[in-house]
């Protein structure tokens, strides 16, 4: 757990650096959000369903579950390390105003998603995320709502095929030195 706070903390000090000074109030539109977009508001989606599902039936273990694999597996060691390349001003991508509100709407989903279960760090990512005064907590947000919209089967069928192409790469260099 110590390690999954961890690297909570530093994907929403990323996160953060990646949102200075640029204004990521209005969603992008959906025909300007690259593949890899697609796919993590697709896959947010597909958690926040098995969240709400398990938590109507009290299976905090499944909930738990869900959110660290969509955490750490799919956000950090994934979306993060390709939105990188997008945020970096020096790099001038166009599209990194959707990389940084795909960003910034993942991550604020998933705080309030993993609140019930972890609240001092998400009250800290969620308000220092926002900006908030001291009297607004992540207790009065709301609960993500459905959006059926974000899914995209094609893109994660896409990524899925991407990510085992490159993880196949890696094992094969490894392997072979």
């Excluded at 910034?104 to 001092?120: E, K």
């Excluded at 992540?138 to 990510?163: C, G, H, K, V, Y």
Aim: net charge negative.
């Amino acid at each position: 757990a110590r390690r999954f706070a961890n690297k909570l903390w530093n994907a929403a000090r990323f996160v953060l650096l990646a949102l200075d000074g640029h204004d990521v109030a209005a969603a992008p539109d959906h025909t300007k959000l690259m593949l890899e977009d697609r796919w993590i508001l697709s896959r947010l989606e597909d958690v926040r369903a098995e969240v709400d599902q398990a938590m109507g039936e009290w299976d905090l273990g499944r909930v738990a579950r869900g959110l660290f694999h969509f955490a750490w597996d799919e956000y950090c060691d994934w979306y993060l390390e390709l939105a990188k390349l997008r945020t970096d001003d020096a790099g001038g991508a166009a599209d990194g105003a959707a990389a940084r509100w795909t960003l910034r709407h993942v991550l604020d989903h998933l705080m309030r998603l993993l609140h019930p279960l972890m609240p001092f760090l998400t009250e800290e990512v969620w308000r220092t995320l926002h900006d908030v005064d001291d009297d607004t907590t992540i207790q009065r947000a709301p609960w993500p709502t459905p959006a059926p919209e974000r899914r995209d089967p094609i893109a994660e069928a896409q990524f899925t095929a991407l990510t085992e192409a490159v993880t196949e790469l890696r094992r094969f260099r490894s392997d072979h030195g």
